[in-house]
């Protein structure tokens, strides 16, 4: 299956300061990722479909303008939170579609903490 | 949009039992149908899919069932082990691969 890495792992920062995180594909090019967010003890919700070279697709009720994606190579895709509150802060997590299968595999995952 | 309905969620059974998660989904035009496991603190992992050709799909102990008119699937653990004790989660592919999670079924083995 595919290899896919986040960066950081986990980040701690103040209220209204902004995080960047980082997902990458190590073994194949990736037009299409995906980007979840997780609250503890909850689901993996979806917040946005990431395309390569084109705008991210937001899901119903998730702020395009609060979480900035950008998907600038085959292999990169970037999810920064802007001005950063406590609700905000949760586990953030990477996918893609592995190839031409309907199999998506997920990164590591990026634990949130706004204080 | 779509809806996952999934059950239990918590299933506590004893070591050499089996376990049974069961989804329901909105969506008659929905094909394929994954199952994921995942650990405290740890990213989800696939441990078996189904898709909608199929009515069933085994791999060794796991088996996942598939009920296309019902709009309802199955996993199936048998011969459960301490290791098998995580949270696991069904979904359901929408349009564009975008995947529709259930609300996860804690499982506990008990040794």
């Known amino acids: 299956g595919a290899v896919v890495s986040q960066h950081p792992s986990w980040v701690i920062c103040k209220s209204g300061t902004s995080v960047k995180i980082e997902c990458r594909s190590l073994?194949?090019?990736?037009?299409?990722m995906f980007w979840y967010r997780q609250f503890p003890k909850q689901s993996l919700m979806l917040m946005a479909t990431?395309?390569?070279?084109?705008?991210?697709?937001?899901e119903q009720g998730v702020e395009k303008d609060k979480f900035l994606i950008n998907h600038a190579s085959l292999t990169l895709s970037t999810l920064t939170v802007t001005s950063a509150h406590p609700e905000d802060s949760s586990f953030y997590i990477c996918?893609?579609?592995?190839?031409?299968?309907?199999?998506?595999?997920f990164g590591p995952g990026t634990r949130l903490t706004v204080l | 949009g779509e809806n996952v309905e999934q059950h239990p969620s918590t299933l506590s059974v004893q070591e050499g039992d089996s376990a049974v998660i069961k989804c329901t989904y909105s969506?008659?035009?929905?094909?394929?149908f994954p199952w994921y496991k995942q650990e405290l603190g740890k990213r989800p992992q696939l441990i078996i899919d189904?898709?909608?050709?199929?009515g069933e799909k085994k791999d060794q102990r796991i088996a996942v069932t598939l009920n296309k008119t019902a709009k309802h699937f199955s996993l199936h653990i048998t011969e459960t082990q301490p290791e098998d004790s995580a949270v696991y989660f069904c979904a359901v592919e929408t349009s564009g691969s975008r995947l529709t999670f259930g609300e996860g079924t804690q499982l506990t083995v008990n040794p």
């Open positions: 073994d194949f090019q990736a037009t299409t």
């Open positions: 969506d008659s035009a929905s094909n394929y």
């Open positions: 189904i898709r909608s050709n199929v």
């Open positions: 996918s893609l579609v592995w190839g031409y299968t309907d199999t998506q595999y």
């Open positions: 990431s395309n390569e070279g084109s705008k991210a697709t937001y």
